[in-house]
């Protein structure tokens, strides 16, 4: 079994069950951590926006193209920082069970 | 190619009547003028349905009815709103190349709307007063240009107002491959002779030269041709532009124009005699138009791949060799 270590929004702590084959965004959405996940996975909504943790980054897949682009656009929203990715693009894998992240502001 | 297979010459029910998809190329969607600058409706043709509309600069363009957002068809409800067609659930708007240009809700643009256009529209140009789409079914861009008709273009000169539309039952191939079937000429038609006929292909066209000059003209892709029928020193001219409805009834329009000679004279008189004997019976012509005899054939027969021809034939087989490659799969193509 895998789990996220997610730091919520009001800078509580939860260990969250993770739903393996998905991606990130899927367990944080149906968590109700205040992750939308509007459209699905498509890259098109930025409201899967999280910030991973630094010792975190080098086991993470790059950044594609829209993802870089949609990043850049939340940026002119909320603060980016470092470890800014989309959870939507995080495949939910047993090697990243443990990942610690935390939710990025509301747009 | 070899032996003739008596097996499919004695079956027909495995034939069908239009065996092909709606092939690429320009093709006619209405006169400039029918369409005024923010008007926008629907249209049935390629197959499918589509939103015909012209901005407000007066741009036409022709997409898609189902907004790639959630759906809606844009035809109903939808309007022009400036450059822009806008969808009426949402009001995202896109523009006549099918770019997204507003979604006036979202706080962030989709990247992929920066990207690429997100619906399907058709290139279009104006051209002879109409209206022109080029299909492709992949969406490729036009690997063609339409021609310069004097006859059309030339604001002096020409003159001529008759024009027609005919629907048939059938695929533009079909109709398109009596061209070169001059057998029929005088069978069907009831021409004194089968005519001589030279046809030539350079790349998506084809030019045609029937009873040596009689008829002389060019289709360009499967959706235009420009037939020059002299008789007597005089020309009269058939602009014909065919748009396929669905993959077996096609649309068949056409303008007749000739030149501008003054009222009352004996070539005046000629040109509109040519141009009776194109469409039907003319006065004093033994042989008939096409739209006389031509449909009775095309609405009820089937395409046999395998045809069994004989001498005196035309060159039909060449003539479906030219017409594949306006077909994206060569599957389909059953010569």
Known sequence: ????????????????????????????????????????GAC???????????????????????????????????????GSRLACQLPMTAALSGLVLEIAPEL | MGD?????????????????????????????????AGEMRNVHVLGQEWVLFRTESGKPGMSDPYCPHLGAHMGHGGKVCGEHLRCPFHHWEYDTAGWCKSIPYAKLTPPIIKKQAVLRTLPMVERYGMMWAWFHPACEAPSFE????????DATGYAGTRRGSW??????????????DTAHLKFLHGAPIIPPVEASYDGPVM????????????????????????????????????????????????????????????????????????????????????????????NNKKFRPNPLLCDGDGPILQFRKWFQQFYTDPGYVKV
Not at chain 2, 5 to 28: C, D, H, Q, V, Y
Request: charged content about 20%; hydrophobic content about 40%.
């Open chain 1, 1 to 40: 079994m895998s789990e996220l270590r997610v730091i919520g929004r009001d800078g509580s702590e939860r260990r969250l069950e993770a739903f393996e084959g998905g991606a990130v965004m899927d367990t944080l959405r149906d968590a109700a951590t205040g992750i939308l996940g509007t459209c699905g």
């Open chain 1, 44 to 82: 098109s909504c930025g409201t899967c926006h999280v910030y991973v943790a630094p010792e975190w980054l080098d086991r993470l897949p790059a950044k594609g193209e829209d993802e870089t682009m949609m990043l850049e656009a939340i940026g002119e929203l909320v603060p980016l920082r470092a």
């Open chain 2, 4 to 36: 003739i297979n008596l097996k499919m010459l004695l079956e027909s029910k495995s034939l069908e009547r239009a065996p092909f998809p709606i092939p690429t190329g320009w093709f006619f969607i209405g006169f400039s003028d029918s369409l005024a």
């Open chain 2, 146 to 153: 339409l021609p310069y008709i004097p006859e059309m273009e």
């Open chain 2, 167 to 180: 629907t048939a039952n059938t695929c533009i191939q079909e109709i398109a491959e009596n061209g070169v």
């Open chain 2, 207 to 298: 030019t045609l030269d029937i009873g040596r000059g009689y008829i002389v003209g060019k289709s360009y892709g499967p959706g235009l041709n420009v037939l020059r029928f002299t008789q007597h020193g005089v020309t009269a001219t058939m602009i014909s532009y065919t748009v396929p409805l669905t993959h077996d009834t096609t649309q068949m329009n056409m303008s007749f124009r000739h030149v501008d000679y003054a009222e009352g004279t004996p070539e005046l008189q000629a040109s509109k005699k040519i141009i009776d004997h194109m469409i039907g019976a003319a006065e004093g012509e033994e042989s008939a138009g096409f739209e006389s005899v031509d449909f009775i054939v095309w």
